[in-house]
């Protein structure tokens, strides 16, 4: 089995910043796709950026230009810098990876931490 473990949100003034942190742990071989997503109340869960195995990065609209996703391959860690957070990106934001553990491919999800942005 392969584990997420989130950490990073909080409660943060609008124009303030916040970076969020998850990394896997158990039957990994290799990690190809990390991204986050996050969903709103009463919303559906949308991509907020994603590392696409093969170099790409996706980012949303709406992140663009403030958020920043990276990785650590040596720590199996995926992180989302948020800069200049407005009162929308209040979510939940959940950390997705594809990961071959060396028998198959698995999704996995991670539990979700929560970012609270005041006005």
């Known amino acids: 089995q392969v584990h997420l473990v989130e950490s990073g949100g909080g409660l943060v003034q609008a124009g303030g910043s916040l970076r969020l942190s998850c990394a896997a742990s158990g039957s990994i071989f290799k990690i190809y796709d990390m991204g986050w997503y996050r969903q709103a109340s009463g919303k559906q869960r949308e991509l907020v950026a994603a590392l696409i195995s093969g170099g790409s990065t996706n980012i949303a609209d709406s992140a663009q230009g403030r958020f920043t996703i990276s990785r650590d391959n040596a720590k199996n860690t995926v992180y989302l810098q948020m800069n200049s957070l407005k009162p929308e990106d209040t979510s939940v934001y959940y950390c997705?990876?594809?990961?071959?553990?060396?028998?198959?491919?698995?999704?996995?999800w991670g539990q979700g931490t929560l970012v609270t942005v005041s006005s």
């Open positions: 997705n990876m594809r990961v071959h553990t060396g028998v198959g491919y698995v999704e996995v």
